[in-house]
């Protein structure tokens, strides 16, 4: 069974700054179906990339997905105030196909 | 644009069922490139599958959770539908549904993929 560790649990960093977060899974995912979502406080969480790499419709390019086989990255270049939010990635194309990370949280330094 | 809205009870009584209803606006819950999904998200942690349902009626749910949840839906109101029996403060949580894409087939017969959009969320909270 597939499990995705995501780190670090807490992100610190100020506005402008590049923030890099890691998904690593248990077991090699296709790239394919991996997929990750901002949450804000209080929000449902937000589509951003999905296939690893792709973004969704209206998402800044200051967002971008990488990775392949166990490791996984979201990069945001230029922190700005409304990407300080939870961010969690999902993988589908293994089973259980319902498998979220447990969240990295990018904080306000 | 589609829109997908949440509704029920907030509170429930331990061992009772909680009941709550997806509304899709601006699209079909009939079309067969997309599933639907509910999740669900206690206070202060992370998101749990709770289960989904295809449009062609099949469902799936989470083992974890499977003998107590029932998905179902209603195609000419546009609606599905969660029910979860014999709750207990455990199931407190944010209930939210969502859209998801039919982007992998797996041996199972399962389609699955990207959630998007999601609903804004139901707090349900189960206290006598």
């Known amino acids: 069974e597939i499990v995705l560790t995501q780190s670090p649990d807490t992100l610190s960093l100020s506005p402008g700054e590049r923030a890099t977060l890691s998904c690593r899974a248990s077991?090699?995912?296709?790239?394919?179906?991996l997929a990750w979502y901002q949450q804000r406080p209080g929000q449902a969480p937000r589509l951003l990339i999905y296939?690893?790499?792709s973004r969704a419709t209206g998402i800044p390019d200051r967002f971008s997905g990488s990775g392949s086989g166990t490791d996984f990255t979201l990069t945001i270049s230029r922190l700005e105030p409304e990407d300080f939010a939870v961010y969690y990635c999902?993988?589908?194309?293994?089973?259980?196909?319902?498998?979220f990370g447990q969240g990295t949280k990018v904080e306000i330094k | 644009q589609l829109q997908l809205q949440e509704s029920g009870p907030g509170l429930v009584k331990p061992s009772e069922t909680l009941s709550l209803t997806c509304t899709v606006s601006?699209?079909?819950?009939?079309?067969?490139?997309?599933?639907w999904v509910w999740i669900r998200q206690p206070p202060g942690r992370g998101l749990e599958w709770i289960g989904n349902?295809?449009?062609?009626?099949?469902?799936y749910h989470n083992p974890s959770l499977k003998s107590r949840v029932t998905i179902s839906v209603d195609t000419p109101k546009n609606q599905f539908s969660l029910k979860m029996s014999y709750v207990t403060a455990a199931d407190t949580a944010v209930y939210f549904c969502?859209?998801?894409?039919?982007?992998?087939?797996?041996?199972?017969?399962?389609?699955?993929?990207?959630?998007?959009?999601w609903g804004q969320g139901a707090l349900v909270t189960v206290s006598s």
């Open positions: 969502a859209r998801g894409a039919t982007d992998y087939y797996d041996s199972n017969g399962y389609y699955w993929g990207w959630l998007d959009p």
């Open positions: 601006g699209g079909s819950i009939s079309s067969s490139s997309y599933y």
């Open positions: 349902i295809y449009y062609s009626g099949s469902t």
């Open positions: 077991q090699s995912v296709s790239s394919r179906f």
């Open positions: 296939g690893a790499s």
């Open positions: 999902q993988q589908y194309g293994s089973s259980p196909q319902r498998t």
